[in-house]
């Protein structure tokens, strides 16, 4: 019936970011490469731009998102 919730750890989420950040691909490209989600992958994109305006350190409520 209802689709099972998958959990990323941290490592997963960070290297999904970097796969978007350093090659230029689409969120939805990178995504389908990795079986997941494009809308949870754009999140973790969000919330990582968000985190890098802020500056170093500067993690908030966004990090488990």
Known sequence: MGETR??????????????????GK?????????GMNAGTLANW?????LAREMGPGARGAGDGA
Do not use: N
């Open 6 to 23: 998958r959990s990323f750890d941290p490592e997963f989420r960070a290297g999904a970011v970097r796969i978007v950040r350093e090659t």
């Open 26 to 34: 689409s969120i939805a490209s990178v995504a389908k490469d990795l």
């Open 45 to 49: 994109m969000q919330t990582d731009r």
